[in-house]
């Protein structure tokens, strides 16, 4: 039977080494725990080796990377950025476990069983080898950084160094769900209108490759003078069906260029710009932009982490480089030791209504409140910029599909119009 040397630490925290006869590591562990032992480390003895399950496992997985090839084995094991409401999901869940008394080993092997979607059962079972091992759960995490951003990481540390894990936990699901919430709202509020566009689209392509030539060759063999819309209508189709490849090179062309802009920093920093400052969707922007930060900075530094560590985080979640810059330069004042107030006031982004509330709890010293507030009133203006945009683009987006669809049905109407007037000209003259 094969041997495995381990490291463990009483409940007195005093380290004892031995060494365990089990068939493979989980039953080391299992014993260990038994014991009333925490394990820290449990690895195969020198000399021994592996029991017959772990190999088993190890060999077949082996046997299934060597099937795959390399680009497809990196596609399948690629773990992805979960989103905001699974987050929110699997912090509340662990959250609760640890809130029942459960040790931090028995809550994040539940969790492993909870299989949260969006995060595999893996990122549990790692996060417990890690901790078994003597990681700290933020230590732990940190090593999953596709999972746990810089914000998750210096949060659920800053929980563990005031003994308020649970509590933490809980705020960052709020956190997170406030966030996804947000998130939910802007992408509802595009749907309709991208919908309505989608389907106008398709009917005035679908009109001008299948319609119009059933009636073209009807007004082929009448020799009339054609509507001017008429005209212009065939002049538009016949080029669409002749010229659609140069047109979708044309368009691929554009979109090429545009990404290679957008992947210059220059192009970033003037794509930031004009996002902010764009008619009705800038006011979007911002408003979103300043509740994030401010949502982010207040729930850091309301969990303990120091100012510039928050900042610094905060500066890295905003995706806006003009905000980013910004917050990078009141990060360097104020560790020249200004306030954090005055350098926003001077960077000329941020709202006045921010720089006052900011030095308000200052003066008070309860910025975190302070920022709450703010986090609340942007998100409640959110919300009612959105209801106001997607009245105001639907709307636009129905007159602009019923000017095309006018437009063509016009055109057929005028032709069967001149063509009904032909006939019955000819008709009169014969009699």
Do not use: C
């Not at 596709?146 to 005031?162: C, H, K, P, T, W």
């Not at 090429?256 to 969707?281: C, H, I, S, Y």
């Not at 910029?385 to 007159?399: Q, W």
């Amino acid at each position: 039977m094969p041997q495995f040397a381990y490291k463990a630490r009483r409940r007195s925290g005093e380290l004892v080494e031995g060494l365990l006869d089990v068939t493979d590591r989980a039953a080391a562990i299992a014993q260990i725990e038994r014991l009333g032992l925490f394990p820290v480390a449990v690895e195969p003895a020198k000399g021994g080796a592996a029991g017959p399950a772990e190999r088993a496992d190890t060999a077949s997985k082996r046997a299934w990377a060597a099937l795959l090839p390399p680009i497809l084995r990196r596609f399948v094991e690629r773990q992805r950025r979960p989103k905001l409401s699974e987050l929110a999901t699997f912090t509340r869940q662990l959250a609760n476990l640890l809130k029942s008394g459960m040790p931090m080993t028995v809550a994040l092997n539940s969790m492993a069983h909870l299989q949260t979607k969006g995060i595999s059962a893996e990122v549990s079972r790692q996060l417990r080898r890690d901790v078994m091992e003597g990681y700290s759960l933020s230590d732990a995490m940190a090593r999953q950084p596709v999972i746990f951003s810089d914000l998750y990481v210096n949060m659920v540390r800053a929980g563990e160094q005031s003994g308020a894990l649970v509590d933490v936990l809980r705020r960052l699901a709020d956190h997170y769900e406030r966030f996804a919430q947000v998130e939910a709202r802007f992408k509802s509020a595009l749907v309709y209108p991208a919908f309505v566009a989608v389907v106008g689209i398709a009917i005035v392509i679908f009109f001008m490759v299948k319609l119009l030539p059933t009636f073209l060759t009807i007004f082929e063999g009448m020799q009339i003078q054609l509507p001017l819309m008429t005209r212009m209508l065939i002049g538009f189709s016949n080029g669409f069906m002749r010229y659609w490849w140069l047109i979708g090179l044309v368009i691929l062309a554009a979109y090429v260029v545009f990404k290679r802009f957008q992947a210059t920093e220059e192009g970033k920093r003037k794509l930031d710009a004009w996002k902010m400052n764009a008619p009705v969707f800038g006011r979007i922007v911002q408003l979103n932009i300043f509740g994030q930060f401010a949502r982010t900075l207040g729930t850091l530094l309301e969990n303990g982490v120091p100012v510039l560590t928050a900042l610094k985080i905060t500066e890295q979640t905003i995706p806006n480089r003009i905000v980013r810059d910004a917050i990078a330069r009141t990060r360097q004042e104020v560790t020249d030791g200004k306030t954090i107030a005055q350098p926003l006031a001077r960077s000329k982004i941020f709202p006045q209504l921010m720089i006052d509330l900011i030095k308000l709890g200052e003066e008070s010293g309860d910025v975190p409140g302070a920022l709450r507030n703010l986090a609340d009133t942007y998100e409640d203006e959110l919300s009612v910029a959105l209801r106001v945009m997607t009245n105001l683009i639907e709307p636009v987006i129905i007159i602009i599909m019923a000017i095309g669809v006018g437009f063509l049905l016009l055109s057929v109407l005028s032709a069967m119009f001149a063509m009904t007037a032909n006939i019955g000209g000819a008709m009169g003259g014969v009699r």
